[in-house]
C-alpha cells in the first residue's frame, strides 16, 4: 500500500469552509478515482492551521496517475482561497531599475510513503473510526543505520505499543525515495490515550532501545545535556506530532 500526505498552511478564520469543501470536493472526487482507498484531512493538535491531506491508495501507480491526470491540481487550486500565504516575499528588480515586492504562495509539501501490503486491512479498519487521533514520531536517522532501526524497531518498539491502551493501530512507514526518512504512525482511541502514553515513561523507554542509531547532530545533543543537564534544542529534533481527522471517508 502507499499513503500520500499532502501538508496544508490553512487560513484560521477558513478551518470550517475547508473541512466542507473536503467532505463535498474532495471525497467524492477521489472515491471515484481508480485504487484510491481513503481521504481524510488532519488537522495538527494545538496548530489549527497545519493541516494535512492523507490518501491510501492499493498502488503508487494509482497515486502517481491521479496526480498526472490533473485533478490533484483543481482540487489543489479550488482550495487556494482557504490555504495562507506565506510570509516571504521576492524581490523583483523592474526595467527602470525600481523594486517591487512580490508576496510568495506556500506551496504545499507532499510527501509519499509505502506500506507493507499486510497492514492494509488493519489500517483502514483503524482509520475508518471517527474521532481518532494519529500520532506521527519522525526520526532522523544516522547514515548505515536504518536497517537496524527497522530491525529493533519491528522486535521490540511495535510489539509493546500495540498493547498500550487506545493504541488501535501502529506501524514503521518507510519515505519512498529518502531512506533516512521514517515515521512511526500510530492511531488512536484519543488524544488523552495518546498523551497517557506519553507521560506513562512508556514512550521514552522505547526511544531509548533505538536512540543510537540516531543523527550524529542528535547524538552529540544527547552527550552535552548529559554533560551539563541543561536541555539541548537542535535542527535534528525528534518530532513527535499529532493530529485528530476532522474529514474524510474510506473507499475499502
Known amino acids: 500500500m502507499y499513503m500520500r500526505l499532502v501538508q496544508l498552511n490553512v487560513k484560521e478564520e477558513a478551518l470550517g469552509e475547508l473541512r466542507s469543501f473536503y467532505d463535498l470536493n474532495i471525497v467524492p472526487a477521489l472515491r471515484s478515482i481508480r485504487g ?7 488537522q495538527g493538535s494545538g496548530r489549527p492551521s497545519e493541516c494535512v491531506s492523507m490518501t491510501f491508495w492499493d498502488t503508487a501507480e494509482n497515486a502517481d496517475s491521479y496526480e498526472k ?20 516575499w521576492k524581490i523583483l528588480l523592474t526595467e527602470d531599475l525600481s523594486v517591487q515586492y512580490e508576496e510568495v504562495r506556500e506551496e504545499p509539501v507532499v510527501n509519499a510513503y509505502h506500506l507493507a501490503s499486510s497492514q492494509t486491512g488493519e489500517l483502514l479498519s483503524a482509520a475508518r473510526m471517527r474521532g481518532i487521533y494519529l500520532r506521527v514520531v ?5 547514515p548505515g543505520k536504518e536497517e537496524e532501526f527497522k530491525r529493533i524497531y519491528t522486535e521490540d518498539v511495535l510489539p509493546k505499543l500495540r498493547t498500550v491502551r487506545g493504541c488501535r493501530y501502529a506501524a514503521l512507514i518507510e519515505h519512498t525515495s529518502e531512506t533516512r526518512k521514517m515515521l512511526s504512525m500510530s492511531i ?17 523507554d522505547l526511544t531509548d532501545k533505538v536512540k543510537h542509531t540516531f543523527s550524529e547532530i542528535y547524538q552529540w545533543k544527547m552527550r ?22 476532522v474529514a474524510g471517508q474510506s473507499f475499502f
Not at 36 to 42: F, K, R, S, T
Not at 224 to 245: A, K
Request: include cysteine; aromatic fraction near 10%; hydrophobic fraction near 30%.
Open 138 to 142: 519522525s526520526p532522523q536517522l544516522r
Open 188 to 204: 488512536w482511541d484519543s488524544k488523552q490515550d495518546a498523551d497517557d502514553y506519553e507521560i506513562s515513561g512508556t514512550f521514552d
Open 36 to 42: 484510491c482507498l481513503y481521504a481524510g484531512l488532519v
Open 224 to 245: 552535552l545535556e548529559q554533560e551539563t543537564g541543561n536541555q539541548v534544542v537542535t535542527s535534528e529534533e525528534l518530532r513527535v506530532e499529532g493530529y485528530s481527522v
Open 69 to 88: 491526470s490533473g485533478l490533484f491540481k483543481k482540487l489543489l487550486e479550488n482550495a487556494g482561497k482557504y490555504l495562507a500565504d506565506t510570509s516571504e
